[in-house]
């Protein structure tokens, strides 16, 4: 691939025709082969990610195939989040819904 850039052991070890990768930390994107335009940050962020496009994967493994998707941290061990700038809300109840028909029903 072209425009990558790896840190960390083994980082983008797999990256065959992958394009404008960047993976810090070990072993992060390490089985991406073909993915373009990822980003992992962390212990084996990215982990999963083998084929998956403009992905972001922090301190999380991602999901194999999936394109286009933000991940934060890991389930069970990162519990609280906190963002400079926002007001605090439960996202408990809060259902949020976006694109053509997102919320259709028959």
């Known amino acids: 691939g072209n425009g990558n850039t790896a840190i960390g052991t083994k980082a983008l070890l797999a990256s065959t025709t992958g394009n404008v990768n960047t ?11 073909e993915g373009t335009d990822n980003i992992a940050l962390g212990y084996k962020a990215g982990f999963a990610l083998t084929t998956a496009n403009s992905t972001i994967s922090i301190g999380h493994y991602g999901v194999n195939e999936e394109s286009n998707a933000i991940r934060i941290g890991t389930v069970g ?12 809300i439960s996202i408990e109840s809060l259902n949020v819904f976006e694109g053509t028909e ?4 028959s």
Do not use: R
């Not at 993976?23 to 082969?33: F, P």
């Not at 997102?102 to 029903?105: Q, S, V």
């Open 77 to 88: 061990k990162h519990t609280k989040t906190y963002i400079a700038g926002t007001t605090q």
């Open 102 to 105: 997102a919320l259709h029903t």
């Open 23 to 33: 993976a810090i930390g070990t072993h992060a994107l390490v089985n991406t082969k």
